[in-house]
């Protein structure tokens, strides 16, 4: 049952078994010479710890030396488990000192690795999403609690502050290929911002921020991108509002930087319903798409029953209470909803469209 313990844990729990063998044999003994159970009892506990009050009844003759085999063997017991515990406080130090080393040593070897500051909330969500990807990330937190969490998982994890030179130089900064700064303070982003880009002029570095009015100085200090979570889940609940179908179709899918980038190419990712009134039902996604003058792409469709149909063939047709999906040039988007009465979803807004270096208003 001890054989598959560690040598310190086994150690301890052998010295408690002897303990209980010698405390049990001595209780018996002074029972069978006439003693109380009481008296017994009592004078096993102050004669095995040493306490020295006095014996509660005459010790002489073989009870004696009886008494003297209760204190070496009771004793040694104790010392026994004594040894075994300051062996389990030592291995554990000497473990996790020669664990630092060799994580040290590690991280030493690698290059073109992600450094992440930070395993808070967003640290935590990085750490996981990285991870799934094969990424070697090393990471670099102040609080020795969440890094040996770290550790424990299996990841490369350091113990220190960030904004230090030699702690980022440790991480492997100027080998590394990118880093987030993802702590909850905007100032010490900044900082490690700065301190990295000083130590790695390639460094590619993703800060976070929380305050917009950050977003400058990040950029300033020489970060290439800047993620703000708030802005993010905000535009994230905006597109649940406003587009549910178009956020079930890319599922967990970040859209806002996808829609930035068509609308530079003057492209829009927009979604409709076919109801009763549209005059798509019965049509084909080729007699929609050549109606554009290839102008148009569905890019998925969602049946009333909840199928999607993804890059759906020339033939499909529509049927009422389909959800469609597609991309178009942003200016022909509203001649296409007129000529096949398509409900617009979305409240009309005005903003600024870039096309081929060109802005103008719509």
């Avoid at 979570?229 to 609940?237: K, Q, T």
């Avoid at 792409?297 to 020339?314: D, S, T, W």
């Amino acid at each position: 049952m001890l054989s598959g313990l560690d040598p310190a844990h086994r150690r301890i729990a052998q010295g408690f078994l002897v303990l209980g063998a010698v405390c049990v044999t001595a209780v018996l003994g002074y029972l069978a010479v006439g003693w109380s159970l009481s008296d017994a009892i009592y004078m096993v506990a102050i004669t095995i710890f040493g306490v020295g009050y006095g014996e509660v009844r005459p010790v002489v003759g073989e009870i004696r030396w009886f008494t003297i085999g209760v204190i070496v063997l009771g004793c040694s017991s104790l010392i026994y488990i004594l040894g075994g515990f300051f062996q389990l406080i030592a291995e554990g130090e000497l473990n996790r000192l020669l664990g630092s080393r060799k994580m040290k040593k590690t991280i030493e070897e690698l290059s073109d690795h992600v450094i992440v500051c930070g395993l808070g909330r967003i640290g935590r969500v990085l750490k996981k999403d990285l991870e799934a990807s094969h990424a070697t990330v090393v990471f670099v937190d102040n609080n020795a609690d969440r890094v040996n969490a770290a550790v424990e998982q299996g990841a490369y994890a350091l113990t220190g502050d960030a904004t230090s030179d030699a702690v980022l130089l440790q991480a492997g900064v100027t080998r590394a290929r990118a880093l987030a700064t993802v702590l909850p303070d905007d100032a010490l982003n900044v900082f490690i911002t700065l301190t990295a880009r000083n130590l790695n002029p390639n460094l590619r570095i993703i800060a976070r921020a929380e305050d917009p009015a950050s977003d400058s100085k990040m950029i300033q200090a020489g970060a290439d991108k800047v993620v703000l979570p708030s802005a993010l889940s905000g535009e994230r609940a905006a597109q649940m509002i406003l587009r549910p179908a178009m956020v079930d179709f890319f599922a967990d899918q970040d859209l806002s930087g996808l829609e930035q980038e068509l609308r530079g190419l003057g492209l829009e990712i927009d979604q409709f319903e076919v109801d009763g009134k549209s005059s798509l039902i019965g049509r084909t996604v080729g007699a929609l798409e050549s109606s554009g003058d290839g102008g148009f792409l569905v890019i998925a469709v969602r049946r009333a029953g909840g199928q999607v149909v993804r890059n759906p063939e020339k033939h499909f047709t529509f049927a009422e209470e389909d959800s469609v999906l597609f991309m178009g040039h942003a200016e022909d988007i509203p001649n296409l909803r007129e000529a096949f009465a398509i409900a617009n979803l979305r409240p009309a807004v005005k903003r600024a469209l870039v096309y081929r270096g060109a802005t103008r208003r719509r």
